[in-house]
């Protein structure tokens, strides 16, 4: 039922004296409208309104006021002329559920959300300054990746875009072409192991590929060679073989034992937690050029978690695989020890359960347990 209140001769309001209803019956081309009504505001003259509705749309506009009125979100006001009450001006009711309801975002509602999160997030939390001179609409859809980003960094990985974007995300494609212009214009993302170009597996061993277009003697390098995953990829075979792989995690110490290797041994650069094209990469090697490993991370939590993902590629070829400088004795000799915190001793809590945990990797972690340190492989490679 409506309510009549009369202001003048020539003026009066009507609303119904029942609450708002739901909008679920409303057709899909009124719904539209008043969408674009309610981004109008929450008071405006009924022939801005109905002028909004277009050509040919003056009937659909007089049928959704009689429908707002009738379900109790609108105040009309009206005034007589020509013999008649004509809607005047038009108040919404409820404008915040109304909004909701039609999915419209609120900006002081937004605004308030950003400004709740900001002050939740560590103050190291990489790109506040970028974030803080975006919208807060922006902001919210893109502090996702900033704190995926510290994630990144904690878990030293290293990868492609699309790598980031299934981690960040969990779809190689989440990330758009907006989003990278902007990660891009206010980070390093190569200092971030983030590689805008193709990728490149570092490596020297004692193995001659195959190509399409000719051969490639690895040997030949002075230290080591970059190989792009599609160079690898394409290689039919291989001549000779290590007599085992030495799979190192820092960049700096990869090169020392490049330079300094045995003859017949292979190195290759494991660039953190092992990204989808490094698995593709050296799984192909493998195919072509078997050998077990040793694999040297760096003695904390982080480096435990790398080794045991790179050794699986070895455990699915039915290779065998060792640690390599990943034992009590690698941690106690370092020069200096970092310490625990909250990500290590979840990480050592995951580790444990483990099934194939090797017993130098359980011994490993009992002891930076109990002791609280960690170490860097630098100085111990």
């Known amino acids: 039922m409506l309510r009549l209140v009369v202001q003048s001769k020539t003026r009066r309001q009507r609303e119904s004296d029942q609450p708002p209803r739901g909008l679920d019956a409303l057709p899909d081309d009124w719904r539209q409208l008043l969408k674009r009504w309610v981004r109008r505001g929450g008071d405006s003259r009924w022939d801005t309104l109905r002028n909004d509705a277009g050509v040919g749309g003056q ?81 919210l859809a893109r502090v996702d990746l900033a704190t995926a980003l510290a994630r990144w960094q904690l878990e030293q990985r290293s990868g492609t875009q699309r790598d980031f974007a299934l981690f960040a995300r969990g779809a190689t494609k989440a990330v758009t072409a907006t989003e990278w212009a902007w990660l891009g214009a206010t980070a390093d993302l190569g200092e971030w192991g983030i590689e805008r170009h193709t990728p490149l597996l570092l490596i020297a061993a004692p193995v001659v590929l195959q190509l399409r277009h000719g051969t490639l003697d690895l040997a030949a390098c002075a230290d080591f060679c970059a190989l792009t995953p599609a160079t690898l990829a394409a290689a039919a075979e291989a001549f000779g073989a290590p007599t085992r792989w030495q799979l190192v995690e820092n960049r700096t110490s990869f090169e020392r034992v490049a330079r300094t290797r045995e003859a017949n041994a292979g190195v290759i650069w494991l660039p953190g937690f092992p990204p989808g094209w490094w698995h593709e990469a050296v799984a192909h090697l493998l195919s072509l050029a078997p050998a077990p490993a ?85 100085g111990v490679l």
Not at 72 to 100: N, T
Not at 104 to 118: C, E, N, Y
Not at 334 to 352: E, F
């Open 59 to 139: 009937n659909r506009a007089q049928a959704l006021l009689d429908w707002l009125l009738d379900n109790g979100w609108i105040q009309l006001d009206e005034k007589f002329e020509r013999a008649a009450w004509w809607p005047y001006r038009v108040r919404f009711r409820e404008a915040a559920q109304l909004r909701a309801a039609l999915g419209i975002i609120d900006v002081d509602t937004v605004a308030a959300q950003w400004q709740a999160l900001r002050t939740s997030l560590p103050s190291d939390t990489p790109l506040l300054d970028a974030l803080d001179s975006l919208p807060p609409r922006t902001a």
């Open 294 to 378: 040793a694999i040297a991370c760096d003695p904390d939590p982080a480096g435990v978690a790398i080794a045991l993902q790179a050794g699986a590629l070895w455990q699915a070829a039915g290779l065998d695989w060792c640690p390599w400088q990943m034992d009590i004795a690698a941690l106690q000799a370092l020069p200096s020890h970092g310490v625990l915190n909250s990500w290590d001793n979840t990480q050592i809590t995951q580790l444990r359960q483990s099934p194939d945990l090797p017993a130098a990797f359980a011994a490993l972690l009992d002891y930076m347990d109990q002791h609280n340190i960690k170490g860097e492989q630098e």
